[in-house]
């Protein structure tokens, strides 16, 4: 039950696109079509942004988006702005009926 | 709206156990399979448990496995941890969290603190 690996940081000014990558195997990952990502801010409670690799559930903006190819995952986040700046994690659903969570990854907004 | 709120959280000895509860509210709390999930202090999320919306079928993290039981009460809306043999490394923020078909981890409590201090 390794965590999927994700880059420690990513930043970006304000406008532009980012995106955070969300590694697995074949077990998680790459086996289901599983991926969902949670966007979290200190002291506060992660939230869905993205589900089943792609769909976004209501309330999410629509600035984020998800994609899959083969063993990773990777969110992108459009149009940056001074609101998205906090963790991100990945998750997955995975062979052993578990689920495991990405390292997360801290956006800056410069 | 849905609301989740867990409690039961406090400071307990290495070694001694600690229960933890989650009441749910504005859902249909037995048709919801349920999570737990735990974050140590400025570090990461992590996948603890997940039991399925009836309780036929719970799954566990390696590192809680053995020591750690997740359980429901759905005649009282309630999700529970039981959690003995504490160590240190059990330090974390406790969420509990809906399940939507198995798929994704949907709505979260605003989690209870447990610290395993001497």
């Keep these: 039950q390794s965590a999927l690996t994700q880059p420690a940081s990513v930043s970006g000014s304000p406008g532009q696109s980012i995106t955070i990558s969300c590694t697995g195997t074949s077990s998680d990952v790459g086996g289901y079509n599983y991926v969902s990502w949670y966007q979290q801010y200190p002291g506060k409670a992660p939230k869905l942004m993205i589900y089943d690799v792609s769909n976004r559930p209501s309330g999410a903006s629509n600035r984020f988006s998800g994609s899959k190819s083969g063993n990773t995952a990777s969110l992108t986040i ?3 702005q001074a609101e998205d700046e906090a963790d991100y994690y990945c998750s997955s659903y995975t062979s052993s009926s578990t689920r495991v969570f990405g390292t997360g990854t801290k956006v800056t907004v410069l | 709206q849905v609301q989740l709120v867990e ?12 229960r933890l509860s989650c009441a749910a509210s504005g859902l249909t709390f037995s048709n919801y399979g ?42 009282k809306n309630t999700l529970f941890l039981q959690m003995n043999s504490l160590r240190a490394e059990d330090t974390a923020v406790y969420y509990c969290v809906t399940d939507r078909g198995n798929r994704y981890l949907d709505l979260w409590g605003r989690g209870t603190l447990v610290i395993v201090s001497s």
């Design chain 2, 7 to 18: 409690s039961g959280g406090g400071v307990v000895q290495p070694g001694r156990s600690l």
């Design chain 2, 34 to 75: 349920m999570h737990w999930v735990r974050q140590a202090p400025g570090k990461g999320l992590e996948w603890v448990a997940v039991i399925w919306y009836d309780g036929s079928n719970k799954y566990y993290a390696d590192s809680v496995k053995g020591r750690f039981t997740i359980s429901r009460d759905n005649s």
């Design chain 1, 78 to 80: 459009s149009g940056l």
